[in-house]
T-cell receptor, first 113, second 115 residues
Framework: NAGVTQTPKFRVLKTGQSMTLLCAQDMNHEYMYWYRQDPGMGLRLIHYSVGEGTTAKGEVPDGYNVSRLKKQNFLLGLESAAPSQTSVYFC????????????FGSGTRLTVV | AQKVTQAQTEISVVEKEDVTLDCVYETRDTTYYLFWYKQPPSGELVFLIRRNSFDEQNEISGRYSWNFQKSTSSFNFTITASQVVDSAVYFCALIDQTGANNLFFGTGTRLTVIP
């Protein structure tokens, strides 16, 4: 019972490099989310998806792109990484009712140097 | 716009003491949901409780209890007889309709339980 799986768990990037974070869920959830966690700021929503083929901007979308080509996967892309994107990234998923809280992945710690 | 305030940035208590973590929220919706999550040092986010705006009954689960008061827009979390394993960051969060039904977090309270 994997739940929500994020890969990779750790990554160091140089400024200007690109990368993709993968989130996979096996619970048949309709909704998926990407958050970033920074010290003193809690978790902030980057992008979210309400179903396969759909995406929407959250609170802090700049510098990120996402895709939801398959229901079980939600990809977060950084086209040109900046030091300000150093953070811990969490993926989450939920049922369509969105009333029971989210199931979170274990996080990806990204450092941009 | 919705807002969740956790004014206590860090709290330290000695083991077996009781501790209350405060959460104050703002929303214009009459239907909303409040949550508490725990983030232990290992980093994962653990769901603790969900409350809807129509249910003001307090809830107790073992050493944990929650006090929801709509009159003061607060959803406080109390740990009784704290233990070292309670050391973590605790987040209060809100889902309302104005926020596109997305989960909106407070900034968290870091609790340290000293043995």
């Amino acid at each position: 019972n994997a739940g929500v799986t994020q890969t990779p768990k750790f990554r160091v990037l140089k400024t200007g490099q690109s990368m993709t974070l993968l989130c996979a869920q096996d619970m048949n959830h309709e909704y998926m989310y990407w958050y970033r966690q920074d010290p003193g700021m809690g978790l902030r929503l980057i992008h979210y998806s309400v179903g396969e083929g759909t995406t929407a901007k959250g609170e802090v979308p700049d510098g990120y792109n996402v895709s939801r080509l398959k229901k079980q996967n939600f990809l977060l892309g950084l086209e040109s990484a900046a030091p300000s994107q150093t953070s811990v990234y969490f993926c989450a998923s939920s049922y369509s009712s969105r009333l029971y809280g989210y199931t979170f992945g274990s996080g990806t710690r990204l450092t941009v140097v | 716009a919705q807002k969740v305030t956790q004014a206590q940035t860090e709290i330290s208590v000695v083991e077996k003491e009781d501790v209350t973590l405060d959460c104050v929220y703002e929303t214009r919706d009459t239907t909303y949901y409040l949550f508490w999550y725990k983030q232990p040092p290992s980093g994962e986010l653990v769901f603790l409780i969900r409350r809807n705006s129509f249910d003001e009954q307090n809830e107790i689960s073992g050493r944990y209890s929650w006090n929801f008061q709509k009159s003061t827009s607060s959803f406080n979390f109390t740990i009784t007889a704290s233990q070292v394993v309670d050391s973590a960051v605790y987040f209060c969060a809100l889902i309302d309709q104005t926020g596109a039904n997305n989960l909106f977090f407070g900034t968290g309270t870091r609790l340290t339980v000293i043995p």
